[in-house]
């Protein structure tokens, strides 16, 4: 099993050395890989073509060899299509491009006025040129514009193209690699019909997993060895119309639009029946919240915010896995369908990315802050043994709280060590703004943070089947993006409910490690709760400590130690002096009765993960 894994990757790693996808809109301002189609400096520029579809504003072949700035007759004998001929809306037309490499992306330049009526990037890049350009690229290419992209300005319009590197043409054949846009209704089996072309060819090409998911408003490359020939007997394409579902395969379309709307139909009654079935399981739950008797009593804790809970047989002691039917999350067959895929990165890029894996880069140990096709990137090395099952975990989340993986690298020749990339946060991890002098976080940022980091916590242990324990929770793999808002970094390799045994020396666990994980190793939700209350004292007192203890001593007065007067001077004592005054006291004392009970010495003692939501989410 192992063995015929790392085939499949030694595969990946040589043979599909092609181009990523990238299903994002055309108007997402993310980059990924895929945004921009990389080359080497081993790729030379080619001639190869892309595919325009005609349009209200670009009806004739003329208005389009205007848009392109070439000469009309080169896309009549190309196009069959006479110079005066008004082109049905969707018609594709052939258009050939000069591609070139140019600071490590392909591009074919040109060139666009801009006319009266467009007046932003996404409107030129995702209308004038149907997503044949990502409208970040079109803006980064256009920074002096940003500001004022006024009727008249001249903007460089990098498409995307590609051309085939030589070892790849000489030994597959393929001369051209043709840029395609996918509209409304297309998938990846059409491409292939209407370029006479294996499907295995396409998806390869696109490092596309088998039967993807494409979406509207993104393109694909479709490797072709000879010049183009369009199909267009293949049932027709209907013209681009707003609203972007993702489109799956509909098999055989004799009667496409018919089978299109019986499909649509079909989603809708699934989808409700689901909702309702969704909403039942929601009241039974919360029947049974209501029934059982709750051990966390917190007079905030009243609030029946329930956001994805599953009822819990009984109190955990120790690892019990739970059985999915108990289990109030979609199940994880009906994300089948979303694709997800990785990219493949070599060592060397990653080493140029992180030059040569510089102190400088280094964000924690064994992590690295890289740029990779100039997008900032985590760099995680690992043990080749354990990316597999960071990369599984991963296949299966999806969460605004968790920080996403990208791509793999499995290193040079020998596999000892391989590397993940990940996004990187652009405001890099909480430690540093907790320890650092200038910029303290406001309180707000501090209860938002807190919330955030339940919500990617709460995901791990309740919507993945089994239930994904974290063990590694601290203040260093908790990450703040540009808005403030926090995610969560799943990177070691740990075990799952039930697997335990792998953890004997805690010395080398990166998390704040609960008392009963020290005596027996015990991996439960309850451990991840107790570093989750340590961080949390983190974000209330700014200090660090790194086995809870002080932090223990320090709210001592909390468990009634003090006066009640007393009680409040000793949290502000206790609260971070950089928040100044700034923060509701109320809620103050809030979050760290909180921290206090998931810090609590017997797990039992400690709260659910649903219960801390229900208390934070009063607060942000
Ligand atoms: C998607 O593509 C259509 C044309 O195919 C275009 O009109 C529309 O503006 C695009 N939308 C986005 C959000 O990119
Ligand atoms: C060109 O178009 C005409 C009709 O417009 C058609 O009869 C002819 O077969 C086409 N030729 C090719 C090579 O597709
Ligand atoms: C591509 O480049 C060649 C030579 O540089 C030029 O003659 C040709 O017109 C260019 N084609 C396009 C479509 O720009
Ligand atoms: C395309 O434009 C870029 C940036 O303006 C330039 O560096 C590159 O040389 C151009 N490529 C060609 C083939 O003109
Ligand atoms: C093609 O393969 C040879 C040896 O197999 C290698 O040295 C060369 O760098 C490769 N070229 C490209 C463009 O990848």
Not at 31 to 53: A, D, E, H, I, W
Not at 135 to 144: K, Q, R
Request: charged share 20%.
């Amino acid at each position: 099993m192992f063995f015929l894994w790392f085939l499949t990757c030694v595969c990946i790693g040589s043979v599909c050395a092609q181009q990523s996808y990238d299903g994002t809109l055309c108007s997402s301002d993310a980059n990924y890989p895929g945004t921009r189609y990389t080359c080497n400096s081993l790729q030379k520029s080619c001639q190869t073509f892309l595919v325009y579809r005609a349009n209200e504003q670009f009806q004739t072949v003329s208005d389009i060899s205007s848009l392109f700035s070439m000469d009309p007759d080169e896309l009549l004998t190309l196009n069959n299509v006479t110079s005066s001929q008004i082109l049905k809306p969707g018609r594709e037309v052939l258009v050939p491009i000069n591609c070139s490499c140019s600071d490590k992306f392909f591009r074919a330049n040109f060139s666009f006025i801009v006319p009266l009526g467009s007046t932003t990037f996404t409107e030129i890049a995702c209308g004038v040129f149907e997503g044949l350009v990502k409208s970040v690229t079109l803006a980064d290419e256009n920074l002096p514009l940003q500001n004022n992209l006024n009727v008249g300005s001249m903007l460089h319009v990098p498409l995307r193209c590609a051309c085939p590197d030589d070892n790849f043409s000489s030994s597959s054949g393929v001369k051209y690699l043709v840029t395609y846009p996918f509209v409304e209704g297309d998938d990846t089996d059409k491409i292939s019909k209407k370029f006479s072309i294996p499907l295995d060819d396409l998806w390869e090409a696109n490092h596309l997993d088998p039967n993807p998911t494409v979406y509207p408003n993104t393109t694909v490359l479709v490797p072709l060895k000879g010049e183009p020939v369009l199909n267009f007997n293949i049932p027709d394409i209907q013209p681009p119309t707003p609203g972007f579902l993702p489109t799956r395969s509909v098999e055989q379309g004799t009667k496409p639009k018919q089978l299109e709307k019986l499909y649509i139909a079909g989603s809708v009654i699934g989808f409700s029946l689901l909702l309702v079935t969704l909403l039942a399981l929601g009241l039974y739950v919360k029947a049974l919240n209501k029934w059982k008797a709750e051990h966390f009593q917190s007079s905030m804790a009243r609030n029946s915010l329930t956001p994805c809970s599953s009822p819990r047989s009984s109190q955990l002691s120790g690892p019990t896995p739970r059985s999915s039917t108990t289990n109030s999350c979609l199940s994880p067959d009906l994300l089948v369908g979303i694709k997800y895929s990785l990219c493949n990165y070599s060592a060397e890029e990653l080493r140029r990315a992180t030059k040569d894996f510089s102190q400088d880069a280094q964000i924690i140990d064994y992590v690295y802050k890289g740029l990779l096709e100039n997008i900032e990137v985590m760099i995680k090395q690992m043990r080749f043994e354990d990316t597999r099952q960071i990369i599984d975990v991963h296949s299966k989340i999806n969460h605004v709280n968790i920080v996403k993986l990208l791509g793999v690298s499995y290193g040079e020749n020998d596999f000892s060590w391989s590397y993940l990339v990940f996004e990187f946060p652009t405001n890099g991890c909480l430690r540093d703004y907790l320890s650092s002098s200038s910029n303290p976080l406001r309180w707000r940022q501090r209860t938002q943070i807190a919330f955030d980091m339940a919500m990617g916590i709460h995901y791990l242990h309740y919507c993945m089947v089994p239930p994904y324990i974290h063990m590694r929770i601290n203040s260093r793999n908790i990450f703040l993006m540009s808005n403030w808002r926090a995610k969560l970094a799943v990177f070691e390799s740990i075990s799952a409910v039930g697997s335990s045994k792998e953890i004997e020396t805690m010395s080398n666990i990166g998390g704040w490690v609960a008392p009963e994980h020290l005596l027996n190793g015990l991996a439960s939700e309850k451990a991840d709760i107790f570093a989750f209350g340590v961080v949390m004292l983190e974000l209330i007192s700014g200090k660090e400590d790194l086995d809870g203890k002080l932090f223990k001593e320090s709210i001592g007065f909390l468990g009634g130690s003090a006066t009640e007067g007393g009680c409040f001077e000793q949290l502000k004592i206790f609260l971070d002096p950089r928040l100044k005054d700034d923060y509701p006291l109320a809620e103050a004392l809030c979050l760290a009765v909180l921290a206090k009970a998931c810090v609590e010495d017997d797990p039992m003692h400690r709260p659910s993960m649903d219960d801390i939501i229900k208390v934070l989410a009063r607060m942000v």
